[in-house]
């Protein structure tokens, strides 16, 4: 896609970069060499040449962030609902049960209660398989609650983001969510509340543009995209080249969006030691 | 004076203007007068006008949105308030064009008016984005609200955009942050917030500065989560007059579907035929409803102010709660 000798996203990210291919082997998008699978999910699904960070599902964050067993799922009992009755190539309904077959999720976003090294805190984490992880009127309700159960609780809150941002078949409803997620933050503000976001591969749109940029610590992991406007978006308005490794972390901690960029085998060490100096 | 532009569906109407004006014309230059023919024409046409936007399809109602010809903040300001006293900067980058921000005073009300700015001629579209504002457009508006705040002066806006600016800048600048750090403030604001979708309400980019005790849209206003063109290029994976129309169908974005969704409060009524027709008329409407709206709030406490604005975001959104398994019996102290 690219033109210049610049990195440009779509080579970053090949297509299917989320999808690990079947098999023993597979061969890194990050760095082109053969790798064991088996290793690489044992390393937390981190390329142990080049470090490159796969996308992973919610379930395997959880795995990775909480301590054995020290995951208390919460408001699972809510369900997304079709109520615009949506329908483009395919009805919202029939993407719907593909999703929910394909995850074995009703919806995009896990919240709960857990503990990280030892601490207790308030866990919300946005399901990248799940719809690209977009926010629908069930994730902003089940954000919403977390947030509020943080707030009266007097509990640090994490929330991971990765999304593709709003989902388009919620329309305004899922607009609403980012009003109704950053209102939430406001009051968890005004409790003096600790709220560390972690942005991940990719944090874009309506999420960015809500709480995923609300934290009083906002951590990336290495080479994420984020941003408010997709990359072929912005291309195509200016109709230049980007500049090279627009949109990634370190460009944003560069620009001074970010706090940290943190490897992702360093996640709960980070988020402990955070938590120690600013929880409560 | 306004530039002649005619959409598709009003094409019926142009003969008859034409016709209308052609008597115009001749009246008085003969002996004859047509000021019956001229009447009957009038009528006629007024039915017509009336079945033409009783009948707006969601794409026609875009159309009409951005209608060049279309009230924008700058001209509300001008008819409904009086002093405007314009303010700039977000005094951290730059001036965003593309946000107005200013006291003014509506009716006898003193007032914080922010407003998304397109632009009238070539030169200050380009300046505005086409009402795209960057983040010291946002950061701008918040700045001049915390500065209504302290002085307990009540906030309107007016939202008028395709969607926030997208660009290296902006991304660099932290457009994301800007508008939701907007949305944060604006919820705890401790004075009444009321704002207006007048035109175009795109998505993020409208919401930053639309979070408000009371919401509303113009009649033939668009307020979604994406433009339809934007959604249509995405899920029809091309955008074109067939599927532009099906997502403005689907994205529910008239001022109707987010009345019923309960996203706005109300509906301010514009002059047959769009604002664009009359915007002096327009401008009576949408101050009445500004007015209206801030004296009710105006009485109330700061505390119950808040908590009715939170509530009212707090409960947009549809989904079902089903009734959880029971709970295992709890374990026997030990």
Redesign the interface.
Known sequence: MATTGTKSWAELKPAGASRIPEGLWLRCPGCASMIYRKQMETNQHVCPECAHHYRIGADERVRQLCDDGAFEPLF??????D??K????KTYKDRLAAEQKKTGRHEGVITGRAFIKGRQLVLGVLDLHFMMGTLS??V??KL?RAIELATAEDLPLVIVSGSGG???Q???????????T??????F??AKGLFISVLTDPTT??V???????GDVIIAEPRALI????PR??QQ??R?E??PG??TSE?LME???LDRVVDRRELRNEIARLIDYAGK | MAIPYTMEFEQPLVEIESEIRALEGRSGSGEQDYAEEIAGLRKHHDRLLQKIYNGLTPVDTVRVARHPNRPQSSDYIRMIAKDFVELHGDRRYGEDPAIITGFGRIGSLKCMIVGHNKGKDTNEKIACHFGCAHPEGYRKALAKMKLAEKYNVPIVTLVDTPGAFPGVGAEQRGQAEAIAVNMREMSRIRVPIVSCVIGEGGSGGALGIAVADRVSMLQHAWYAVISPEGCAAILWKQANPQTNAEAAQALHITANDNLKLGIVDDIVEEPLGGAQRDPAAAAVFLKEWIVSNLSKLRRRKPETLLNKRYDRFRALGAYDEVTPAPAPDPRPES
């Open positions: 699972d009992d809510l369900r997304c609902v109520p615009l949506f329908k483009d190539l009127s069930v902003g309700e919403t709003a989902r388009m919620e329309s305004g409803l899922s607009l609403m969510q980012m009003a109704k950053s209102a939430a933050l406001a009051r503000d005004d749109g309506g960015s543009a809500s709480f995923a940029m609300l941003g408010f406007a997709g978006v912005i308005t200016i230049q980007l500049p627009f949109q460009f620009s001074g969006m």
